[in-house]
C-alpha cells in the first residue's frame, strides 16, 4: 500500500510531500523521525509493513554502524562518569547526581521505581490485551506489536470513548491554545496580560514575540514562542532563559518555550494533537517559573532549581489544558469558531486515564535505563550497550515488548547529552509533588487569583533561594503524598498489608 493511501489525514499527506520537497525529493513522501521511540505518524498508518519499518528504523537509531552510531559513546561516557563517581569519593555516578537533588540517594529512587514499575506494566498488559481483541475482531491475524499500539489503541479510545484523536484536532488549532488557552489560565490566575511585539528581531522568521504585563500594569518579561520542528532542532520541548531575573543586576527575564510541532504547508492551519496541547501549557509552566522569579542572585533564578524540583511547577500548568473553562475557550473548530461540543468535552476529560499503563511503562522503561547505566562502577562497565540494555530492561521487569522504552540507551540525549544524567526519574518525582498541589488547588476552588497568587508568593518567585520541599510545604502546608499520583495514572493497589511502604515513600520525598 502507498503512503498517500495508509496515511489518512489529508494534513499528513501534505506534510509528508513538503518535507520531501524541502530534501529536493520530488514526487516522493518523507516522513521525519522524532527524537523519542514512538512516532506520531504510527497513529494514522494503516500499511502494517510500513508502520514496522518506521518502528525499527526508529528503535535502531544510532546502533547500525557507521558514523553516527553512539553504542561506543554510551559506554565511554558511562565509564567516565564512573571514573569521576569515585574518585570524587562517590558509589558511582548516580550517588553523586542525586546528593544535591530532593530525592537524595540512590536507595530512594530505587524504591520510587521498583514501587511503581509492577503496577505499571501489569495496567499496560491489560491495554495491549483490549487492544489484541479489536486486531482479533477485525481478522488481523497478527500478534499486537509495538508497531501497532498507537494505531490499535485510538481504536479502543474510539469504541471506549466515542472519538479518536482526529475529532480532537480541528479545535486545537496552535493560535486559539496559545492566545486562548495558555494566556488565558495565566491571565486568570495570575492577572497577567501579553501583547505580541512585531518591532523585535528573532533569529528564525517563525518564532513570536510577547511583552507580558503583570497584573499591575507594569512589564515583567518577553516570552518568546519557537514552536514549529525544523532539521537543525533538537527534539521535545523544552524552555530557555536568554535573559534570566536578577535584582542584583536589575535585569528582568527573557525566556522562550520551544516545541516541535510539525509545521503545515503555507495557508494550512496549525493543528495539535491533545499530547501537543498539554506540552504548550507544560512548556509555559517553566516559562511562568522563569518570569516570576523575584531572587536577588541569577544562580538562584527562575528554574534554578535541583533537577527533580524543576518539572513540578510546569507539571501542574498542565492542568488547565482540560479545566472546563479554559479549554472551552481555547477548543474552538478552525474553519467555523463552533466550541467543542461539551459531550466530546467530557470524553475528553473521562479519557485522561486511557492508555497510562503504555505511558507510564514507556517512560519507567528510559528512566530505569537511565539509573542502570549511572550506578554502574568502573569495573562493570559492559561491552555490548545493548546487550545491557536488555538485561537491565528484564531484571526490573519492564521488558514487555509491545511498549519499549521511550528512549532507547544510543538516542537517549537527556541521560547522555543533557542535563539528565542518572535524573530522568525527575518528571515522576515531580508528578508526585504535581498531582498532591493539583489536587490542593482543586480542594480550593480552582482557576482563581487567591490560587495563582500563593503559588506565585510561595512557590514560583523564590526559584533555587529557598530548599526545594520547604517551598512545596509552604505551598499545600504538609508533606507531599503519593496517593494522588497513583489515581492519576491509574496505579492504586488493593488494600494489602505492605500499604505501609507506599505513605512512607511520600513522607520522604
Known amino acids: 500500500m502507498p503512503i498517500r493511501a495508509s496515511l489518512r489525514p489529508d494534513h499528513e499527506i501534505a506534510a509528508a510531500v513538503a518535507a520531501a520537497k524541502a530534501e529536493n525529493k520530488e514526487g516522493k513522501f518523507v516522513i521525519r523521525l522524532q527524537n523519542t521511540t514512538g512516532q506520531p505518524s504510527l497513529t494514522s498508518l494503516q500499511h502494517r509493513p510500513l508502520r514496522e519499518r ?88 497478527f500478534q499486537l506489536a509495538s508497531w501497532d499500539w498507537d494505531l490499535y489503541a485510538e481504536k479502543v479510545r474510539k469504541a471506549r470513548y466515542q472519538f479518536d484523536e482526529s475529532d480532537l484536532k480541528p479545535y486545537y488549532e496552535l493560535n486559539h491554545v496559545l492566545l486562548d488557552g495558555v494566556f488565558f489560565a495565566a491571565g486568570k490566575l495570575y492577572g497577567l496580560t501579553f501583547k505580541e511585539r512585531h518591532d523585535l528581531p528573532v533569529y528564525q522568521p517563525d518564532v513570536r514575540v510577547f511583552e507580558v504585563y503583570d497584573a499591575d500594569g507594569k512589564p515583567l518579561a518577553l516570552f518568546l514562542g519557537d514552536y514549529y520542528a525544523r532539521p537543525s532542532k533538537r527534539g521535545g520541548a523544552w524552555m530557555n532563559a536568554y535573559v534570566q531575573q536578577s535584582g542584583l543586576f536589575g535585569t528582568k527575564p527573557v525566556v522562550a518555550n520551544h516545541l516541535n510541532i510539525p509545521k503545515p504547508p503555507a495557508g494550512e492551519p496549525t493543528l495539535l494533537t491533545h499530547d501537543e496541547v498539554r506540552t504548550a501549557f507544560h512548556e509555559f509552566g517553566h516559562a511562568l517559573h522563569g518570569m516570576f522569579s523575584n531572587v536577588n542572585y541569577p544562580r538562584f533564578s527562575g528554574t534554578s532549581v535541583p533537577r527533580d524540583f524543576v518539572e513540578y511547577p510546569s507539571q501542574v500548568n498542565e492542568m488547565w489544558a482540560t479545566w472546563p473553562e479554559v ?159 497513583l489515581k492519576r495514572r491509574g496505579l492504586e493497589k488493593p488494600p494489602g498489608p505492605d500499604d505501609s511502604h507506599v505513605g512512607s515513600q511520600s513522607s520522604t520525598n
Not at 546528593?99 to 514499575?117: F, H, I, R, Y
Not at 568502573?378 to 555490548?384: A, F, G, L, V
Not at 508528578?431 to 480552582?446: P, Q, R, T
Request: aromatic letters at 10%.
Open 54 to 141: 518506521i518502528m525499527q528504523a526508529s528503535l535502531s537509531r544510532n546502533s547500525k554502524g557507521g558514523p553516527f552510531d553512539t553504542r561506543d559513546v554510551v559506554i565511554r561516557t558511562a565509564q567516565l562518569r564512573a571514573e569521576r563517581a569515585k574518585l570524587l569519593g562517590y558509589e558511582n555516578h548516580a550517588a553523586y547526581q542525586l546528593e544535591d537533588q530532593t530525592a537524595g540517594n540512590v536507595p530512594t529512587v530505587n524504591k520510587l521505581l521498583a514501587d511503581l514499575a509492577p503496577a505499571a506494566v501489569a495496567n499496560a498488559k491489560r491495554e495491549a490485551a483490549d487492544i489484541q481483541k479489536v486486531i482479533d475482531q477485525e481478522k488481523g491475524g
Open 327 to 485: 479549554l472551552k475557550n481555547f477548543a474552538k473548530h478552525y474553519k467555523t469558531g463552533e466550541p467543542m461540543p461539551q459531550a466530546l468535552l467530557d470524553k475528553v476529560v473521562a479519557s485522561e486515564k486511557f492508555n497510562q499503563g503504555y505511558k507510564t511503562t514507556e517512560y519507567l522503561s528510559a528512566t530505569i535505563l537511565d539509573q542502570a547505566w549511572h550506578q554502574l562502577n568502573p569495573s562493570d562497565i559492559p561491552k555490548d550497550a545493548m546487550a545491557f540494555e536488555a538485561n537491565a530492561l528484564h531484571k526490573a521487569g519492564v521488558d514487555f515488548a509491545p511498549v519499549p522504552p521511550r528512549y532507547r540507551s544510543p538516542y537517549f540525549s537527556h541521560a547522555f547529552a543533557g542535563e539528565y544524567s542518572a535524573g530522568y526519574y525527575s518528571y515522576l518525582w515531580s508528578e508526585v509533588l504535581d498531582a498532591d498541589s493539583v489536587e490542593w488547588i482543586k480542594e480550593h476552588g480552582g482557576l482563581k487569583r487567591e490560587n495563582g497568587d500563593r503559588f506565585r508568593q510561595t512557590l514560583l518567585s523564590r526559584g533555587g533561594s529557598a530548599e526545594a520541599l520547604t517551598l512545596f510545604k509552604n505551598f499545600v502546608g504538609r508533606e507531599p503524598y503519593i496517593e494522588p499520583l
